[in-house]
């Protein structure tokens, strides 16, 4: 079992940055491809970024590409999220997540944890 918590949001204005991060703890997560996915009220969950097991490829939904930048530290358990030039459409919660293979998804179905979100407000 892998439990997964996200930390690093809150509030931000339009234009500036934020950096999540997700820690991964109960097994390592080396070998899992980890995504990081956003809901915000009253739309469906939504794809942001995805990485590959060795962090050799990355994956990124079409409004976050140039942008947001996902990393990971496979010694540390922990995957990144930056987030820079925020707009207030970025506001949402943020999910991430981890699938029992390396080949990255951009599929919510295919990841198998998932944490407990972080809330990401950006104002105007």
């Known amino acids: 079992q892998v439990q997964l918590v996200e930390s690093g949001g809150g509030l931000a204005q339009a234009g500036g940055s934020l950096r999540l991060s997700c820690a991964a703890s109960g097994r390592t997560v080396s070998n899992y491809a980890m995504g990081w996915f956003r809901q915000a009220p009253a739309k469906e969950r939504e794809f942001v970024a995805a990485?590959?097991?060795?962090?050799?490829?990355?994956l990124y939904g079409d409004s976050q590409k140039g942008r947001f930048t996902i990393s990971r530290d496979n010694p540390k358990n922990t995957v990144y999220l930056q987030m820079n030039s925020l707009k207030p459409e970025d506001t949402a919660v943020y999910y991430c997540a981890a699938k029992r293979s390396p080949s990255r998804s951009n599929w919510s179905s295919q990841y198998d944890y998932w944490g407990q979100g972080t809330q990401v407000t950006v104002s105007s």
């Open positions: 990485i590959s097991g060795s962090g050799s490829s990355a």
